[in-house]
T-cell receptor, first 115, second 113 residues
Framework: GAGVSQTPSNKVTEKGKYVELRCDPISGHTALYWYRQSLGQGPEFLIYFQGTGAADDSGLPNDRFFAVRPEGSVSTLKIQRTERGDSAVYLC?????????????FGPGTRLTVL | LAKTTQPISMDSYEGQEVNITCSHNNIATNDYITWYQQFPSQGPRFIIQGYKTKVTNEVASLFIPADRKSSTLSLPRVSLSDTAVYYCLVGDPSSGGYQKVTFGTGTKLQVIP
């Protein structure tokens, strides 16, 4: 079956621009996560959705970052006024929801480069 | 949230068994231990999860002592394709504890021909 997909796979933008990164989770998965991964580091938690609502957005670094999941499926991570420090791979993961063996299924990521 | 500590890197020859140990001294009663594998330019992939004693699947085994303050991921007879970063995570899936899971820097396993 189809896994988690993310678009675009690569995004190059200029400092100060606005970008949107899209995540299509596995159908039926209620939980969705966004992570950011810098070179040589593990994924860093950004935000977690349970259904349509952001259950925990404590990992968002500042108010330039925002994410939505309006229909409980596709999610969009939005970054305003991008900075060079925002350059990283942005990973999305989905899982069936709460319960034992709540495995997260990751997408391939979007590599964001801010020039 | 339980913090985990694991070696930064390990080398192993092909065909050998590899054991990667993770320390999680402040693991909570309801926490499970999960290991993920990540290849370059890919997202992490779930390997195995356990609560206590031993869990085995077609890929790996997970050994958890009685005090649960550490765990060991065992990869039998590694091949070059097992070269990857391995992450140990601790969290409580039943109450949404995974939403703040911390991957850390992981253990970079290099398999040598």
């Amino acid at each position: 079956g189809a896994g988690v997909s993310q678009t675009p796979s690569n995004k190059v933008t200029e400092k100060g621009k606005y970008v949107e990164l899209r995540c299509d989770p596995i159908s039926g998965h209620t939980a969705l996560y966004w992570y950011r991964q810098s070179l040589g580091q593990g994924p860093e938690f950004l935000i977690y959705f349970q259904g349509t609502g952001a259950a925990d957005d404590s990992g968002l670094p500042n108010d330039r970052f925002f994410a939505v999941r309006p229909e409980g499926s596709v999610s969009t991570l939005k970054i305003q006024r991008t900075e060079r420090g925002d350059s990283a791979v942005y990973l999305c993961a989905s899982s069936p929801g709460r319960g034992v063996y709540n495995e997260q299924f990751f997408g391939p990521g979007t590599r964001l480069t801010v020039l | 949230l339980a913090k985990t500590t694991q070696p930064i890197s390990m080398d192993s020859y092909e065909g050998q068994e590899v054991n990667i140990t993770c320390s999680h001294n402040n693991i909570a009663t309801n926490d499970y231990i999960t290991w993920y594998q990540q290849f370059p330019s890919q997202g992490p992939r779930f390997i195995i999860q356990g609560y206590k004693t031993k869990v085995t699947n077609e890929v790996a085994s997970l050994f958890i002592p009685a005090d649960r303050k550490s765990s060991t991921l065992s990869l039998p007879r590694v091949s070059l394709s097992d070269t990857a970063v391995y992450y140990c995570l601790v969290g409580d899936p039943s109450s949404g504890g995974y939403q703040k899971v911390t991957f850390g820097t992981g253990t970079k396993l290099q398999v040598i021909p």
